[in-house]
């Protein structure tokens, strides 16, 4: 019965009544890239068995192939789709740094409209860290952005639950803490955050052998890069069995017929070229969605989406309007299978992060565009020495460092991880370069398309109120030079 209104209302452009709207489980995993999940077709993520739970949710739902997050950070990149805009326009691209108290979060509205809403798992970062100076977190508690005051915006606030090792068989339990706060007849709105694969990982990867891992093309094949792989292919797993944990929850209380569940990675992989960079790696996750009766199953999208866009979608879901200065756009048409408006181009930012101030895994400025054919990536401050957020001491890392202090790294991997400076511009075509490793920026036979695409990051930087230079002005004064 209840499909059957929201099919009616959806037809008749009808708003709902709050007990007739569907249930909405949100849950992000930490760090985590395509392609890792079997679903994607990743050869590691078959042969080892590591995704069953979500390759079964990809066949009960739509898998998104294009689906990319706002900043290649986790703090920065869960505001945005909290509150359905960039990092940048909401002045949070400082990492931690919580969006201002009057910014509207799409839970607020589903709130205002009858919803229960509930956050709860690995730490959502809405306000800020977890633990910050004093000073920091008086400030924060002052302006209305932390503490009481934020919490209050929620009917059941929980800040960095762990899920990580043995704690993941805990996962049921808060599930089921949270709903049990649930008004009788009331629908839900629950985010539900993994701290899985985010480092540090443990070394249990059984049945994951290193040595036969398949590795992309643009990592050097060492010991170290390989027992990292595997260790970080034992992290989704548990994330996966953790997924299992949550479907269990459902069908044991009978709400999955009725709940929307949205499955999607904060930001890309701790891996090399992953976390803190606007490689692909590093924006490109995994989303799938299912809605038993809605969305078909077994169904796959081919459509830009970015994580903005999820508050507008959610909101219309239920027959609501996005809230003012939300600039996603809903993909809800996609999901039904109706003719969709696709997104030209996807947008992402990188500011500051925790790291060494002078490498780019403490402090980095830079912005993308994605195309349905190109990325396009813009580094505003190129001198800065690369380095793999979350890497610095990290084997791998430490072993191609010594490789490369010694002079025995490759030339190609030499020109990728150690290239001082890095390129302002970097332009590649991911339908014959998917792997990012091919710089076509300044080529004669590209000046047109990477103009078209560059005035296209001018202007969202305009709109978004952006404090960097405007990229065409560093082009006029490279051309000058």
Do not use: I, M, R, W
């Given at each position: 019965m209840i499909k059957y209104l929201i099919v009616v209302a959806?037809?008749?452009?009808l708003s709902l009544d709050a007990k007739d709207r569907p249930n909405i489980l949100l849950i992000l995993s930490d760090d985590h890239s395509v392609p890792h999940v079997g679903a994607y077709g990743d050869i590691n993520c078959i042969r080892f068995g590591i995704t069953p739970n979500l390759d079964a949710m990809a066949a009960e739902g739509m898998l998104f192939n294009r689906a990319y997050t706002a900043a290649p950070q986790c703090a920065p990149s869960r505001i945005s789709i909290f509150a359905g805009r960039s990092p940048v326009g909401l002045g949070t691209s400082r990492f931690a740094q919580p969006a201002r108290s009057d910014t509207v979060l799409f839970t607020d509205v589903l709130k205002k409209h009858g919803y229960w809403v509930g956050l709860d798992g690995r730490h959502q970062h809405l306000d800020g860290r977890s633990r910050?100076?004093?000073h920091v977190t008086n400030t924060l508690v002052e302006l209305g952005m932390q503490d009481d005051a934020f919490e209050s915006r929620f009917d059941h606030f929980v800040r960095g639950?762990?899920?990580?090792?043995e704690a993941i068989h805990e996962v049921d339990n808060m599930i089921e803490i949270?709903?049990?706060?649930v008004g009788e007849g009331q629908p839900f709105f629950l985010y539900f955050g993994f701290n899985q694969p985010h480092r540090k990982w443990g070394d249990d990867h059984e049945k994951i052998d290193p040595e036969t891992l398949v590795l992309p093309p643009d990592w050097p094949d060492l010991p170290e890069v390989r027992l990292d792989y595997a260790k970080?292919?034992?992290e989704v797993r548990d994330l996966d069995t953790g997924m299992g944990i949550v479907?269990?929850?459902l069908e044991k209380r009978r709400l999955k017929e009725n709940t929307l569940v949205i499955f999607m990675g904060d930001n890309g992989e701790a891996l090399l070229r992953g976390k803190g960079t606007l490689a692909t790696r590093g924006t490109h996750v995994p989303l799938i969605v299912r809605w038993p009766g809605m969305v078909k199953p077994g169904s796959v999208s081919?459509?830009?989406i970015s994580g903005v866009d999820l508050a507008a979608t959610i909101l219309e879901v239920v027959g609501l309007d996005k809230a003012p200065g939300m600039t996603g756009v809903s993909f809800l048409n996609e999901l039904q299978g109706k003719p969709f408006k696709a997104r030209e181009f996807v947008f992402a930012e990188r500011g500051w992060h925790f790291g060494p101030i002078m490498q780019t895994d403490g402090f980095d400025l830079s912005r993308s565009i994605t195309t349905r054919k190109y990325l396009y990536i813009y580094n505003a401050i190129p001198e800065r020495r690369f380095s793999p957020v979350d890497m610095g001491s990290n084997p791998a890392w430490l072993a191609m460092q010594e490789l490369h202090k010694a002079g025995k790294l490759?030339?190609?991997h030499e020109r990728l991880y150690f290239q001082t400076p890095r390129p302002i511009f970097e332009l590649y075509n991911l339908e014959t370069d998917p792997f990012q490793l091919k710089n076509l920026a300044g080529k004669k036979a590209m000046e047109a398309i990477e103009e078209r695409i560059r005035y296209e990051m001018d202007k969202w930087m305009i709109r978004e109120s952006d404090f960097l230079p405007l990229p065409s002005h560093v082009q006029a004064l490279e051309n000058r030079q």
């Open positions: 959806f037809f008749l452009g910050d100076l004093d639950a762990k899920t990580k090792g949270a709903l049990d706060k970080y292919l034992a479907d269990a929850v081919n459509s830009l490759s030339e190609f």
